[in-house]
């Protein structure tokens, strides 16, 4: 294995999405990409439904593409021009039917894989319908696995994935919360950051979440992007501004190895008791 493809550079770039305007959110999407690019990172991941905007129920007839669409097109290009790894979130097309997806094009500017958002939250079940396949992409930088937003809440789906082969976990999420989520319960960026950290952990795995931030139809977007270690770890947040989080991780090396000698959670488990 090469230096670059056991340590290589994530970059989770936080950013404020328009409904709508997806000519100027892939703008957007160039612009932080390619000062991802500049700073040396293999793989930009972007938000959920960085492309199109979240809050566009009433407009997916007009905005969702197909990957091959000219928005999926435009991406390849980048991902091409950066020669770098690109997971994005968008709305999805397809055969009639609509996803909230997750793009994952190479350095070359191929399409690797199109995840399809497996667990949907909310009124996003009257919106698109659910994917049923866990995704891993084997790549040049490691075994990604891809999740977007409500995925992180189950345990069992990022267990699943690690136990694909994961080397890291990737998050395009947009998690969202209102004055009564946020001031009576807590529900807030510290509480993402913490269930990143938590499933990084528990699975002893990498994880690198991109969030958006700013205001959309009432709700505030969390932001704390991050890259986690799989120790829990935090080695990198965005906080509550647009922009990246940064941070180079190793697949192997003395003191992983040292920590996963200790941390030995799942040949711990005992899964005939939790039947």
């Known amino acids: 294995m090469t230096a670059k493809a056991n340590a290589p550079h994530i970059a989770a770039i936080q950013m404020r999405p328009t409904s709508g305007d997806i000519s100027g959110n892939l703008d957007r999407i160039e612009a932080w990409v390619r000062i991802a690019a500049a700073?040396?990172?293999?793989?930009?991941?972007?938000?959920?439904?960085?492309?199109?905007?979240?809050?566009?129920?009433?407009?997916?007839?007009?905005?969702?593409q197909p990957e091959d669409g000219p928005a999926g097109l435009r991406l390849g290009r980048l991902?091409?021009?950066?020669?770098?790894?690109?997971?994005?979130?968008?709305?999805?097309?397809?055969?009639?039917?609509?996803?909230?997806?997750?793009?994952?094009?190479?350095?070359?500017?191929?399409?690797?894989?199109?995840?399809r958002k497996a667990h949907l939250f909310s009124a996003e079940r009257e919106w698109y319908d659910a994917g049923d396949t866990p995704v891993v992409v084997d790549t040049a930088i490691g075994r990604i696995g891809l999740t977007i937003c409500y995925d992180l809440m189950f345990p069992e789906y990022i267990r699943r994935l690690t136990d694909m082969g994961a080397d890291l976990i990737v998050n395009s999420t947009n998690w969202i919360a209102d004055a009564f989520q946020r001031d009576v319960w807590g529900w807030n960026g510290t509480s993402v950051?913490?269930?990143a950290r938590t499933r990084a952990l528990e699975n002893g795995v990498w994880l690198a979440m991109a969030d958006?931030?700013?205001?959309?139809?009432?709700?505030?977007?969390?932001?704390?992007?991050?890259i986690v270690a799989p120790s829990g770890r935090l080695l990198a947040s965005a906080g509550t501004a647009e922009g990246i989080a940064h941070a180079a991780i190793l697949y192997h090396g003395t003191d992983l190895s040292r920590w996963r000698a200790i941390a030995t959670y799942r040949s711990d488990r005992r899964p005939n008791l939790y039947s």
């Open 193 to 195: 950051e913490a269930l």
């Open 79 to 115: 991902a091409r021009d950066c020669n770098l790894h690109l997971a994005v979130g968008t709305a999805l097309a397809d055969g009639g039917r609509f996803y909230d997806a997750q793009l994952f094009f190479g350095p070359d500017g191929s399409l690797l894989a199109t995840y």
């Open 212 to 226: 958006c931030i700013g205001p959309e139809a009432g709700f505030d977007s969390l932001g704390h992007s991050c």
């Open 39 to 64: 700073a040396g990172a293999d793989l930009a991941i972007l938000p959920e439904n960085a492309v199109t905007g979240y809050f566009i129920a009433g407009r997916l007839d007009e905005l969702a």
